[in-house]
């Protein structure tokens, strides 16, 4: 690899520089630092959905005491103990979202940070109706989070047996057409094909990958009995499940009494060659370029055949690679990544956001992020956020981060850095004369601020 650079290593594979947290030191160190244990989770903590699960239980509670009681004072208590816990979800999804932002601003590992983000997305999920809207950054915690230094079939299978995934794309309700289910109740099932379609064409394979339609609703009929309870959590329903035998990309799968049979095709999924093509792709995208060094996506791509899937082995390859130590900063900033890491170049006190109320999260984050063009952990589709410049450098898009660059910092700090200072603190060595010049010129100290942060060298990494 070329010479290890500090400061691009916490750019481009970070959330940028920072004037308290030190930038990592090597290759080594960063790779290490994946390993140890995660500071962050703890310092900044998010229910995992296994906790969240007890909402759900609570909210399914009060709503059958409203069914039961009817027009009465008891059906009364039991919508307004459903709305508290509603409210109370609402508010503590917007505490996790704020705690989600000081992990990327305080880590001194940021590179663990934006892995979480890019698996996150690939594994998009959000729950669509009553409290388990609220549930991404719980389901992130538990099925996301722990499994960045393993293989990828580890991920892969918390992922899509997650209940949020299950519940995100409408698994629970797809039923085989010649199951138990289906002949009780004497009427055509409900097969579903968005989970199938998703694993094939999303989360492994890719959308160029060897696989039919016929593969598809195989699959789709091999997940019948996939579902979920508040109660228990992930669960498999033998009468849902489609009998006989089912084929995917030519191999043959039994058993409808058990999960078994899907967890065996995930594992050969994450195994397929087309998945380590699709993956290195993605890696080398989302890191490094929209158009990435041909020889990187195949040196990521043969470490992921040879160590059976390492995700660590991926990394390796990823932070030793001289393409992805180009100097020329090309990848655009998406809104999340960018107000991130404004907020760590002004190393915001955790005690200060920690203590915006409701309104202010929503006046300085959801609102903002939404206005640039990227609402928070609300994707446009299955196959998550775009990575192409083109989607993000629009005039809506621009314009909100004008607006937020402008207005934000002096609202978050009340007294701001020196700007002539915080050239030199955000920008490292790419502060080039003309916005040390606009920094020091500028009539105040928040539109110096601002054009600090709207400068190319600090939107891009």
Not at 61 to 89: D, F, I
Not at 399 to 407: D, L, P, Q, S
Request: aromatic share 8%; charged share 25%; proline share 8%.
């Amino acid at each position: 690899m070329r010479d290890f650079d500090p400061q691009l290593a916490e750019i481009r594979f970070g959330y940028g520089l920072s004037p308290v947290v030190a930038a990592p030191s090597s290759v080594d160190a960063m790779l290490s630092a994946l390993q140890a244990p995660d500071a962050m989770a703890d310092r900044f903590p998010i229910e995992p959905f296994d906790t969240f699960r007890l909402r759900m239980i609570e909210v399914a509670k009060a709503a059958r005491e409203r069914r039961k009681h009817r027009g009465t004072a008891k059906a009364e208590a039991a919508k307004k103990r459903r709305n508290v816990l509603n409210a109370e979800a609402r508010k503590d999804g917007l505490k996790w979202a704020g705690h989600v932002l000081l992990r990327r601003v305080w880590t001194p590992d940021a590179f663990r940070e934006r892995l979480v983000a890019f698996w996150s997305d690939h594994f998009t999920a959000h729950g669509k109706r009553g409290v388990i809207r609220r549930a991404t950054s719980p389901y992130v915690q538990e099925a996301i989070r722990p499994h960045l230094t393993s293989r990828f079939e580890d991920m892969l299978q918390a992922a899509v047996t997650h209940p949020l995934m299950l519940d995100y794309l409408d698994q629970s309700q797809s039923m085989g057409p010649g199951s138990v289910r289906a002949q009780n109740k004497k009427k055509s099932a409900g097969l579903n094909e968005n989970l199938a379609r998703e694993v094939l064409e999303l989360h492994t394979l890719g959308v160029d990958g060897p696989y039919t339609q016929d593969d598809v609703r195989e699959l789709a009929e091999l997940f019948t009995g996939l579902s979920f309870s508040p109660s228990n959590g992930f669960v498999f329903r033998p009468n849902f499940a489609e009998p006989g035998p089912e084929t995917v990309l030519g191999r043959t799968y039994t058993d409808d009494k058990t999960e078994a049979p899907v967890r065996a095709v995930l594992s050969d999924l994450a195994a397929h060659p087309s998945t380590a093509t699709h993956l290195a792709q993605k890696l080398a995208v989302h890191f490094v370029s929209d158009t990435p060094d041909p020889a990187l996506v195949a040196a990521l791509e043969a470490a992921y055949r040879d160590t059976d899937g390492s995700l660590m082995a991926m990394y390796e390859v990823l932070l030793s690679h001289p393409a992805a130590w180009s100097p020329a900063l090309s990848n655009y900033k998406p809104p999340q990544d960018f107000m991130a890491s404004a907020l760590r170049s002004l190393a915001v006190p955790e005690n200060l956001l920690m203590r915006f109320d409701e309104k202010n999260m929503r006046r300085v984050f959801n609102a903002p992020l939404t206005a640039m063009g990227q609402q928070w952990q609300r994707p446009i589709g299955p196959d998550g956020w775009p990575e192409e410049d083109a989607h993000w450098i629009t005039p809506q898009g621009l314009a909100g981060r004008v607006e937020w660059a402008m207005a934000a910092p002096e609202f978050i700090l009340r007294v701001l850095p020196d700007p002539r200072v915080f050239v030199e603190t955000a920008l490292g060595d790419r502060a080039d004369e003309a916005v040390r010049f606009a920094a020091a010129a500028a009539e105040s100290k928040p539109e110096a601020i601002g054009l600090v942060l709207m400068s190319p060298a600090f939107q891009r990494r």
